[in-house]
T-cell receptor
Framework: DSGVTQTPKHLITATGQRVTLRCSPRSGDLSVYWYQQSLDQGLQFLIQYYNGEERAKGNILERFSAQQFPDLHSELNLSSLELGDSALYFC??????????????FGEGSRLTVL | GENVEQHPSTLSVQEGDSAVIKCTYSDSASNYFPWYKQELGKGPQLIIDIRSNVGEKKDQRIAVTLNKTAKHFSLHITETQPEDSAVYFCAAMNYGGSQGNLIFGKGTKLSVKP
């Protein structure tokens, strides 16, 4: 158990819909990262927050947004969903701002299926 | 930006044999190279990492080597066991940068046959 909690574990929805994925980082970790994992693309970095502020942006679509709340939990919002958004979405956390200051601890992921 | 290539995409070995996974990176400023193991239904978990001031690091049956000149690094698993079967990801980043995002390779699915 990494200590990172993601909900829901599975989610099935239709094209055009909006969903919210939630992540609670390990106790004491200030950085939260979101990654998308699809079969052919591996782990794609989406976005990072540190202590409530956005720190880095990767290949995140404009239809996607995220935020980190004062209690440090984070939410990833996916809107106008398309079939290609079906993937496993991982949240990870670390103590420091930069990932190499310590390891990333990954949650077990939220599997999104868009029909 | 950084780009990480990982080979092979699949690897099958007999129990007790060695397994080697290789990665190359593009950004010469990258100086931190972790390896993650992802078991079925789980999130990736760090198994070993290496920084650019070190050429090799070993932890029991796993070792990682780094060639900064060639910009490639490798994971070596000796005396493989069935529980080593998983997907392995290499990653790279520039330690000390304000951005903490790791760039991952596409993964290698390792199967260890008993």
């Amino acid at each position: 158990d990494s200590g990172v909690t993601q909900t829901p574990k599975h989610l099935i929805t239709a094209t055009g819909q909006r969903v919210t994925l939630r992540c609670s980082p390990r106790s004491g970790d200030l950085s939260v990262y979101w990654y998308q994992q699809s079969l052919d693309q591996g782990l794609q970095f989406l976005i990072q927050y540190y202590n409530g502020e956005e720190r880095a942006k990767g290949n995140i679509l404009e239809r996607f947004s995220a935020q980190q709340f004062p209690d440090l939990h984070s939410e990833l919002n996916l809107s106008s969903l398309e079939l290609g958004d079906s993937a496993l979405y991982f949240c990870a956390s670390s103590v420091l701002q930069g990932a190499s200051g310590g390891e990333l601890f990954f949650g077990e992921g939220s599997r999104l299926t868009v029909l | 930006g950084e780009n990480v290539e990982q080979h092979p995409s699949t690897l099958s070995v007999q129990e007790g044999d060695s397994a080697v996974i290789k990665c190359t990176y593009s950004d010469s400023a990258s100086n931190y190279f972790p390896w993650y193991k992802q078991e079925l239904g789980k999130g990736p978990q760090l198994i070993i990492d290496i920084r650019s001031n070190v050429g090799e690091k070993k932890d029991q049956r796993i070792a990682v080597t780094l060639n900064k000149t060639a910009k490639h690094f490798s994971l070596h698993i000796t005396e493989t066991q069935p529980e080593d079967s998983a997907v392995y990801f290499c990653a790279a980043m520039n330690y000390g940068g304000s951005q903490g995002n790791l760039i991952f390779g596409k993964g290698t699915k390792l199967s260890v046959k008993p």
